[in-house]
Structure formats: C-alpha cells, structure tokens
C-alpha cells in the first residue's frame, strides 16, 4: 500500500521561499506519477504542480508557474517542491498525491490520483 507523507510546511514571511518534500513508500517509487495540490480554508482543493514517473513530464498552476519549482529523487523516493516568492494567497495545507503512471486521466486533475498524505500546513505572513 501506498503511503505518502509530506515535509517541510510552516511559517514562512512574504516573499520568502518553501521547499517542500513528498516522501513515498510502499510501491516501486518510479511507477507512480506525483501531483502536489492546496487547499486554502473554505475553498476548494487546487492543482498545484505535478510530475512524471521519470520526470520528462511537468505541469504547474498558472498562480505558480515561473516561481516554483518540482523535481523528483527516484533513489530517494521523494519529490520535491519549491515555491519562491511566497504571497498571502499561497497560505494552504499542501498535499502530495500519487496514481500508477498508466492513468490516463490529465495531471491536474484531483480525480486521477488514488493515495493522498495527510497535508502540511503553509502559511504566509504578510
């Protein structure tokens, strides 16, 4: 079974950078595609960033495209995310998710992806 957990959430000040781990056991780490996605209080879960199982494949959200980075160490099972420049808005719990690289529902859907971690919590003080 499948089980994520995710690292490196707190307090960080406006402008500031976030770098965020996703660290995955139970199932061979490079079969699995990785999204990352927040959920801001009283608001719905959103896409974030996501990744391939061999990394050749990339997605972000266009309100953090050009300041965040995610890759992925296929010899530590992890997957990382970087935000930079962080903004009042990006204060949200983020979660790490993964599904079988043969889905084929798209990326950024919430939908295709079948174990989530329990989230880490980001906040930004303005």
């Known amino acids: 079974q499948v089980q994520l957990v995710e690292l490196g959430g707190g307090l960080v000040p406006a402008g500031g950078s976030l770098r965020l781990s996703c660290e995955v056991s139970g199932r061979t780490f490079s079969e699995l595609d990785i999204g990352w996605f927040r959920q801001a209080p009283g608001k719905e879960r959103a896409f974030v960033s996501a990744?391939?199982?061999?990394?050749?494949?990339?997605y972000y959200a266009d309100v953090v495209r050009g300041r965040s980075t995610i890759s992925r160490d296929n010899a530590k099972n992890t997957v990382f995310l970087q935000i930079d420049n962080l903004k009042a808005g990006d204060t949200a719990v983020y979660y790490c998710a993964a599904v079988d690289t043969a889905d084929k529902l798209p990326a950024i859907s919430p939908f295709r992806y079948d174990t989530w971690g329990h989230g880490t919590q980001v906040t930004v003080a303005s």
């Open positions: 990744i391939s199982w061999s990394g050749g494949s990339i």
